[in-house]
């Protein structure tokens, strides 16, 4: 047992030492990591004259990917695109002097100018850095899913969240994310509107040149949402090919109609509500697809409601969800 513990602790303390080292090992030939202090670092890839910059964190990396590849990498290499992905391994939202350099040097050199087309992505933190550090690169085009404004408390004081990140400057380069989009093409804000601090922050980054994405009922965890939906990769090569706008967003996520904890979300919504009726041809609708014995209790629920009230229960399926 001592032995088993000595292992696991040298193994923290070779993960402390270096977090990016089983990405360094899966990530194959054709790549540098540089790293950004302690906690970050910077992957590139040489490609095609499409260049995807990601932003993840390695909670984000684990929570998509079994083998602990970015999502962005793996799209890179599946696609021929060059590739820059921004990892961090703590909750920093990317405010840290090693990255400013960074950005500011590739800046300089005109990089950015070098590709056709350019996409920004991040999701929650990571979506806060992908609009903000866009502004490097003028015409791009950033999909940010659940994206913070700032967390600067004089702008956003009203969002307890993060109170750790207060004293972190957001008024410094590349600081308030709505300002630094201006100069793209164009913004692709996906947020859950019953959400009401994610909402509050997509309002900040209102925009011409912003589509706002309700994707109502996801709740807090959108990206691997979308990710087990099997869209957000889709949803992000669209961007790559320059083809993502809202229509063929809309088209992709019609697949929410057959991922069954959307669908449980809606039912405890309209149970919430005092819905039955509504409950009940939804619950009809899932029965008739899925195998779903929660939604035959919720119908029981809704059907008893509407039996005691000397209502009429709805017969066969369904709405279109």
Not at 90 to 96: C, D, I, K, P, V
Request: contains cysteine.
């Amino acid at each position: 047992m001592q032995g088993n513990g000595s292992a696991a602790f040298g193994a923290r303390q070779k993960m402390q030492a270096d977090p990016f080292a089983r990405i360094r090992r899966a990530a194959g030939e054709g790549l540098t990591l540089r790293p950004l202090g302690r906690s970050h670092a910077a992957l590139f890839r040489d490609g095609s004259r499409t260049l995807l910059v990601s932003f993840e964190s390695l909670d984000d990396i684990v929570r998509l990917d079994d083998d602990g590849l970015p999502l962005g990498l793996q799209i890179a290499q599946d696609r021929g695109f060059s590739y820059l992905g921004i990892l961090a391994a703590t909750q920093s939202w990317y405010r840290l002097r090693a990255l400013y350099d960074l950005f500011d040097r590739l800046d300089d050199a005109d990089w950015f100018g070098r590709f056709d087309r350019v996409v920004f992505y991040g999701a929650g933190m990571s979506g806060y850095a992908a609009a903000a550090y866009s502004v490097v690169a003028p015409g791009a085009n950033v999909i940010a899913i659940q994206p913070q404004a700032t967390l600067d408390p004089r702008v956003a004081g009203w969002d307890p969240r993060f109170i750790e990140m207060r004293r972190t400057s957001f008024t410094d380069r590349y600081g308030y994310a709505p300002e630094m989009i201006d100069a793209a093409a164009s913004v692709h804000i996906l947020f859950d509107p019953e959400q009401n601090l994610d909402f509050m922050h997509a309002a900040l980054f209102v925009r011409p040149n912003v589509h706002l994405l309700q994707c109502r009922n996801l709740g807090r965890r959108i990206a691997p949402a979308l990710h087990r939906m099997a869209i957000l990769r889709p949803l992000i090569e669209a961007g790559c090919e320059g083809r993502l706008d809202e229509a063929l967003f809309w088209q992709m996520y019609r697949a929410r109609r057959g991922y069954l904890p959307y669908l449980e979300s809606l039912a405890q919504k309209l149970r919430h509500e005092g819905r039955p009726y509504l409950g009940a041809l939804l619950c009809r609708n899932v029965e008739s697809r899925f195998d779903a014995p929660e939604f035959r209790a919720l119908r029981a629920e809704f059907e008893g409601q509407l039996s005691a009230a000397g209502k009429p229960i709805p017969p066969a399926p369904g709405p279109r969800i």
